[in-house]
Nanobody, 123 residues
Framework: QVQLVESGGGLVQAGGSLRLSCAAS????????MGWYRQAPGKQREMVAT???????DYADSVKGRFTISGDTAKRVVDLQMNSLTPEDTAVYYC?????????????????WGQGTQVIVSS
């Protein structure tokens, strides 16, 4: 079974920094893309940043210049360095991977998700 495990969330004051890490494990045959999404209370889940196997990155406009994603799809790991945090960054952050993996009795390409890690930025 595929697992994505996040770490690094917590409470930080506005202007501070946090680093999130994620590692995927299981019967994984290939990774197209890994990244981070977030969901704030009462809001829809939104993309924060992604990196693909060609090391191409994509960022939400709201985090450009403040967040940096780094990852190694071959090693199934992805980090998110978050600087200059604001209260608007408060959310549960989810690691995700577009991967081909064994899921039960079948092998399929799908988006797999971690359970999330809470980030709280106080003003």
């Amino acid at each position: 079974q595929v697992q994505l495990v996040e770490s690094g969330g917590g409470l930080v004051q506005a202007g501070g920094s946090l680093r999130l890490s994620c590692a995927a494990s299981g019967m994984i045959f290939g990774v197209e893309r890994m990244g981070w999404y977030r969901q704030a209370p009462g809001k829809q889940r939104e993309m924060v940043a992604t990196v693909d196997r060609g090391e191409n990155t994509d960022y939400a406009d709201s985090v450009k210049g403040r967040f940096t994603i780094s990852g190694d799809t071959a090693k199934r790991v992805v980090d998110l360095q978050m600087n200059s945090l604001t209260p608007e960054d408060t959310a549960v952050y989810y690691c995700t991977g577009d991967m081909t993996a064994r899921d039960g009795l079948v092998i399929r390409q799908a988006d797999y998700w971690g359970q999330g890690t809470q980030v709280i930025v106080s003003s």
